[in-house]
T-cell receptor, first 115, second 114 residues
Framework: DTEVTQTPKHLVMGMTNKKSLKCEQH?????MYWYKQKAKKPPELMFV???????INESVPSRFSPECPNSSLLNLHLHALQPEDSALYLC??????????????FGPGTRLTVL | AQSVAQPEDQVNVAEGNPLTVKCTYS??????LFWYVQYPNRGLQFLLK??????LVKGSYGFEAEFNKSQTSFHLKKPSALVSDSALYFC????????????FGSGTRLQVQP
């Protein structure tokens, strides 16, 4: 089973709203990732959690706030977003973040629209 | 710095014909190479990866990829294309030194015509 689930599938929010994206995996993976993907572009890495600790922040604006409550869950809290933040937000997980051979498995994504 | 080039924005092939999606890479140390496929409004699905050993790697849905160290390439292939293979394909690389995160190519749209 290589399933990563994400909720919601679609989200529309205003620039003053606060919302959260949720990601879950039950594969026992020890690394979880947030990516942002614009149409017809490759995914851009935002954050990496390794063993429930934030290990990479790719200089993401503070209006995006990640949280890893436990090894199976990853949240992305959104506040005061801009219309240019509209994108597909992908979550991924992988088994052993320290291994070169580590494979990332992606969820279906949340399509975010900021009005 | 590591990088991936997918030189073709789009590849068109007729159903039943062989397909090739090209990928070249640049990385410090040994390369670890991955192919993913993305269907419209979906996440990326892992197809296959090269770690070491046999230069021909077999993956999901009948896809395979050939690693060529001298040409720094990792082209994705399939002997007989299906209409359902039409999707966006991403090549990605990680080196064993320097940046450890995956670096993705720009993507190639595969269109298989009936």
């Amino acid at each position: 089973d290589t399933e990563v689930t994400q909720t919601p599938k679609h989200l529309v929010m205003g620039m003053t709203n606060k919302k959260s994206l949720k990601c879950e995996q039950h594969m026992g993976h020890r690394a979880m990732y947030w990516y942002k993907q614009k149409a017809k572009k490759p995914p851009e890495l935002m954050f990496v959690y390794s063993y429930e600790k934030l290990s990479i922040n790719e200089s993401v604006p503070s209006r995006f706030s990640p949280e890893c409550p436990n090894s199976s869950l990853l949240n992305l809290h959104l506040h005061a977003l801009q219309p240019e933040d509209s994108a597909l937000y992908l979550c991924a997980s992988s088994q052993e973040p320290g291994l070169n051979t580590d494979t990332q498995y992606f969820g279906p994504g949340t399509r975010l629209t900021v009005l | 710095a590591q990088s991936v080039a997918q030189p073709e924005d789009q590849v068109n092939v007729a159903e039943g014909n062989p397909l090739t999606v090209k990928c070249t890479y640049s990385v410090s140390g040994n390369p670890y190479l991955f192919w993913y496929v993305q269907y419209p409004n979906r996440g990326l699905q892992f197809l296959l990866k090269y770690i070491t050993g046999d230069n021909l790697v077999k993956g999901s849905y009948g896809f395979e990829a050939e690693f060529n160290k001298s040409q720094t390439s990792f082209h994705l292939k399939k002997p007989s294309a299906l209409v359902s293979d039409s999707a966006l394909y991403f090549c990605a690389v990680r080196g064993d030194t320097g940046r450890r995160a995956l670096t993705f190519g720009s993507g190639t749209r595969l269109q298989v015509q009936p």
